[in-house]
């Protein structure tokens, strides 16, 4: 059972455009919600993250927003830039527990 | 400071065998986490430790896959009999306190584990 959706499964972009990659989860458990960048040979890093009584939160050119009555949030990067091209994972975990379930994986190209 | 360590780097084994792959968290973190992450695929969980003990082993596949923390500090994730459907990146996360919800965990740069 796939608890996290996210999409796109890839996304291409000019430098200086706005991205964005959209997330659905199903368990109304799960109360923090955090997005990890990786790139290629690295492990995920921590990119941004948010709680559900807040609906935005904003990190530098990184944005999540967030609906908790239609259960999606979203990751919008500002003024793209080349060195933003990696693989982006939203992901959700619940107050009682540790683990993360993650989506699916964006791959962000962004091109000069 | 250092962050989380996993060796070897890349494991190349054959079908049958056994394999241990070894995470080294950051230091003075409590919290060890295992992921398996297929190609394409977000990180799949596996096994969660605090301290010493599984907290959370709902996530191994199979009683092939085994690990432990001993000390409280390195773990080492065990599979025996290796299949051709084990092969993916194996990833160790930790994090420094009691195992909240929100507590960002800090991934290493995975073993790659190949069975031939």
């Known amino acids: 059972q796939q608890q996290v959706k996210q999409s796109p499964q890839s996304l291409i972009v000019q430098k200086g455009g706005i991205s964005i990659i959209n997330c659905a989860y199903e368990n109304t458990a799960f109360d923090y919600f955090p997005w990890y960048q990786q790139f290629p040979g690295k492990g995920p890093a921590l990119l941004i993250a948010i709680r559900p009584d807040v609906s935005e939160k904003k990190e530098g050119r990184f944005t999540i927003s967030f609906n908790k009555s239609a259960k999606q949030f979203s990751l919008h990067i500002m003024d793209s830039q080349p060195g933003d091209s990696a693989t982006y994972f939203c992901?959700?975990?619940?107050?009682?527990?540790?683990?993360?379930?993650f989506g699916e994986g964006t791959q962000l190209t962004v091109n000069p | 400071g250092a962050g989380v360590s996993q060796t070897p780097s890349n494991k190349v084994t054959e079908k049958g065998k056994y394999v241990e792959l070894r995470c080294d968290p950051i230091s003075g973190h409590t919290a060890l986490y295992w992921y398996r992450q297929s190609l394409g695929q977000g990180p799949e969980f596996l096994i969660y430790?605090?301290?010493?003990?599984?907290?959370?082993d709902s996530g191994l596949p199979n009683d092939r896959f085994f690990a432990v923390r001993p000390e409280g500090s390195v773990s080492t994730l065990k599979i025996q009999r290796t299949e051709r459907g084990d092969s993916a990146v194996y990833l160790c996360?930790?994090?420094?306190?009691?195992?909240?919800?929100?507590?960002?965990?800090?991934f290493g740069p995975g073993t790659r584990l190949t069975v031939l």
């Open positions: 996360a930790s994090s420094s306190l009691a195992g909240g919800s929100t507590d960002t965990q800090y």
């Open positions: 992901a959700a975990n619940t107050h009682s527990g540790s683990r993360l379930t």
């Open positions: 430790f605090q301290g010493t003990g599984a907290a959370d």
